[in-house]
């Protein structure tokens, strides 16, 4: 019998201002500090630039734009989730990455149905842990980029 490690549920927790998200981490390569992004002309305003991660170019999102709820001031704290989901490689820029958890399927409700509209269906869950919500991003819908107006 093979020792199966145990994934699921399992999320990366970060902070965008005073807020917790998460994001499952079987899609999280990895997480590197902020470096200088190199501007992409005429790209969606949300696209920070590119960054050279070992080789491999990698476009970054500034996630709080992208929810539509400011944008990341970069300090010290911030860092950058280098996502994969499929063939996709892109960075999420965040405020701070704090730390792994994992969320029992009851810790996770399903998001209040507040608003119709598809562009903003970007939260596919909340998780409840040590009285504090979790906001679980939809790595799907952010990375919808190419999304049809």
Same mark, same amino acid.
């Given at each position: 019998?093979?020792?199966?490690?145990? /994934?699921?549920?399992?999320? $990366?927790?970060?902070?965008?201002?005073? #807020? *917790?998200?998460?994001? #499952?981490?079987?899609?999280?390569?990895?997480?590197?500090? /902020?470096?200088?992004?190199?501007?992409? =002309?005429? *790209?969606?305003?949300?696209? &920070?630039? $590119?960054?050279?991660?070992?080789?491999? /170019?990698?476009? $970054?999102?500034?996630? &709080?734009?992208?929810?539509?709820?400011?944008?990341?001031?970069?300090?010290?704290? *911030?860092?950058?989730?280098?996502?994969?989901?499929?063939?996709?490689? /892109?960075?999420?820029? $965040?405020?701070?990455?704090?730390?792994?958890?994992?969320?029992? &399927?009851?810790?996770?409700?399903?998001? =209040?149905?507040?608003?119709? *509209?598809?562009?903003?269906?970007?939260?596919?869950?909340?998780?409840?842990?040590?009285? &504090?919500?979790?906001?679980?991003? #939809?790595?799907?819908?952010?990375?919808?980029?190419?999304?049809?107006?």
């Amino acid at each position: 019998m093979e020792n199966i490690i145990e /994934v699921e549920n399992q999320y $990366v927790i970060f902070r965008i201002h005073n #807020d *917790s998200y998460a994001i #499952d981490i079987s899609m999280v390569k990895t997480i590197e500090k /902020v470096e200088d992004f190199t501007r992409i =002309p005429n *790209s969606e305003g949300y696209i &920070k630039g $590119v960054i050279n991660l070992r080789g491999e /170019v990698i476009p $970054v999102i500034d996630l &709080k734009k992208r929810l539509g709820i400011g944008e990341i001031e970069i300090n010290e704290n *911030s860092r950058v989730i280098i996502t994969y989901r499929d063939e996709i490689v /892109v960075g999420l820029l $965040v405020d701070a990455s704090s730390e792994v958890v994992y969320l029992q &399927k009851d810790e996770i409700d399903n998001p =209040p149905n507040i608003n119709e *509209s598809e562009d903003y269906n970007y939260i596919k869950g909340i998780g409840k842990k040590n009285d &504090k919500l979790i906001l679980i991003i #939809d790595l799907d819908r952010i990375l919808d980029i190419e999304r049809e107006e």
